[in-house]
């Protein structure tokens, strides 16, 4: 059975999408539209933006998403069996799914990036990655540290994400190395996503997934927050709106795919990070990179 995966944010690279925009004219169709929906020309920064204008919160999302569905869009003979996506890469997921159009899914997606944005600028929060150290042990360890510090990435066993406050994920990352861990290291990032410090954003996004229209996928989607297979569209709404202060189970989702008969994950999207975590989590599945039509 075929699983398709959709990466999330830090999979951007200067001149992603250019070669699917000349060739095909449904993803050149979807690209266009998305400057229309967006309002300013995120493929020109794509296309020819520096690493630095693509950094930029308002185009990094956007355009992982953007390009995620436009390769998917052109794919021979999509029928997926199973669908899920790191994060960010839930929106595309859903799009593959047929759960969401593309045009209400970039729109969230664009707010999504906007909301995370301003609740990053109202207290100051960050993460950090925790390598080589049981995940019982690093949650035990944020549990024991005072602050705001969670597990928020479980991205494969041995490799987990903590988000917070960044008085408390320094507290947390200097236990982590003395409880044994090979590396905690505070990350170049924004904010503390997936963890409380995001409330500001889920209440905000929470308003526009409900206005929303959400349709059963036309197969499950396995969501961060649940790392289940979901089929019902108010159930999948539900889920998203939780996914901001919520951790990725990354993880746990691919173990329940392959469970569930999961033999081959494709991935969707900028960069290979995920068919490597995929091949992490579990060294006998078979993982890659979707071809384009010859």
């Known amino acids: ?9 830090g999979a951007q690279f200067t001149g992603m999408g250019l070669d699917i925009f000349e060739k095909y004219p449904v993803a050149q169709d979807l690209f266009l539209k998305a400057n229309d929906i967006l309002g300013f020309n995120i493929t020109e920064t794509m296309f020819e933006g520096s690493a630095e204008d693509l950094k930029e919160t308002k185009v990094t999302q956007p355009a992982i998403f953007i390009h995620s569905v436009a390769l998917q869009a052109v794919l021979e003979n999509f029928d997926p069996a199973m669908v899920a996506g790191h994060s960010l890469g839930e929106f595309s997921a859903l799009v593959a799914c047929g759960a969401l159009s593309f045009e209400d899914a970039l729109l969230l997606v664009s707010k999504r990036a906007q909301a995370m944005q301003k609740a990053c600028e109202l207290q100051p929060s960050t993460m950090a990655a925790v390598l080589a150290l049981e995940d019982s042990v690093v949650e035990e360890v944020c549990e024991g540290t005072d602050g705001i510090v969670v597990a928020a990435n479980y991205n494969c066993p041995g490799q987990l994400v903590i988000s917070g406050e960044v008085n408390a994920i320094n507290a947390a990352c200097a236990t982590m190395k003395e409880r044994g861990a090979k590396r905690a290291l505070v990350l170049p990032v924004g904010g503390g996503f997936h963890s409380p410090m995001m409330e500001p954003a889920r209440e905000e996004l929470e308003k526009a997934i409900e206005q929303t229209i ?3 996928p036309i197969c499950p989607i396995y969501q961060n927050v649940s790392a ?4 019902s569209a108010s159930e999948i709404q539900k889920n998203l709106i939780a996914q901001l202060t919520a951790p990725v189970k990354w993880t746990q989702t691919i173990q329940q795919m392959i469970a569930d008969g999961a033999t081959e994950f494709i991935e969707v999207g900028p960069g290979r990070v995920l068919q490597g975590l995929v091949k992490k989590i579990d060294r006998s599945a078979t993982a890659g990179s979707a071809q384009l039509p010859e």
């Not at 289940?228 to 089929?231: D, G, L, S, Y």
């Open 228 to 231: 289940k297979a979901v089929t």
């Open 214 to 216: 959400f349709k059963d």
């Open 1 to 9: 059975m075929k699983a398709y995966i959709f990466p999330g944010q």
